[in-house]
């Protein structure tokens, strides 16, 4: 057996999220928490710590979002699923999220040399699976490799990859797949393209039309990938079960691909 990590690691001091919803973490060594450690036992001192030391502990400030992480259906709306039941119904939290969804056979969809801030169409997508030679299948986990993976903590990586658009999104979820995955900062075009589209002709269905294909089928998809350049194109399998917090938007996630060696 293969294990292909596809997971970024959470640190400080780098380039992976806009400008103020970066993560911070503190970090104490084992010489700065002696006290700490004594403090339980009356009567103890450092000097009946082996070496001194006390313990290794971080303090962290972070979003849900921060790190590769699974959105669940919450994050993208209040409600989901009004394709599959009139009215929709309300959208999942993190601690819902089936299990099922995130342990299932993977394909990727090799997308690096589609340009930074285009949006994948559904005739894009089944040309790529026609490249694969592959028919998708109820719950497999897609992942989206762009050109962000490789800009990952560089000044640009948020304004990194091509995004899927609605139309796209929804060709996968109506064949089954529930759990989706980019190597990029956000399913979605990279927010400095929308922009500028949004600026041109004042069309609001475009901001952030990857993820609010929810609302139409409830799905999660995971952020800030990594190594998917390491992926074939199927023969493996994912599992990417989220941290659970209970009525959360996002959860962080060890993300593992599995094959055969």
């Not at 995971?222 to 074939?232: S, T, V």
Request: hydrophobic share 40%; glycine share 10%; proline share 7%.
């Amino acid at each position: 057996m293969k294990l292909i990590d596809l997971s970024v690691a959470l640190e400080t001091g780098i380039a992976s999220d806009p400008p103020g919803m970066e993560p911070q973490i503190q970090y104490m060594s084992h010489r700065q928490t002696p006290a700490q450690m004594t403090g339980f036992f009356p009567g103890m001192t450092e000097q009946d710590l082996p070496d001194g030391d006390g313990w290794a502990v971080e303090t962290m400030t972070v979003s849900t979002h921060n790190g590769t992480h699974l959105d669940a259906p919450y994050h993208h709306h209040s409600t989901m699923d009004r394709a599959l039941v009139p009215g929709g119904r309300p959208a999942i939290t993190i601690d819902q999220v089936p299990l099922e969804w995130c342990f299932q056979p993977g394909v990727k969809l090799d997308f690096r040399h589609v340009p930074d801030g285009h949006v994948v169409t559904p005739d894009q997508v089944e040309a790529e699976l026609a490249r694969i030679g592959h028919t998708l299948s109820p719950l497999e986990i897609v992942v989206v490799n762009t050109s962000a993976g490789a800009a990952y903590g560089q000044p640009d990586y948020i304004d990194k990859g091509c995004g899927m658009g609605k139309a796209a999104t929804l060709y996968l979820l109506e064949r089954g797949v529930r759990v989706t995955g980019t190597d990029g900062w956000s399913w979605d075009a990279p927010f400095s393209f929308t922009r500028a589209r949004y600026a041109a002709d004042r069309d609001a269905s475009i901001i952030w039309e990857g993820h609010r294909a929810s609302m139409e089928i409830g799905y999660s998809h995971m952020e800030k990938l990594a190594n998917l350049d390491q992926l074939p194109a199927t023969g493996f399998r994912i599992a990417c079960f989220p941290f659970k917090i209970k009525g959360a938007s996002a959860g962080y996630v060890r993300a593992v691909a599995i094959m055969d060696a």
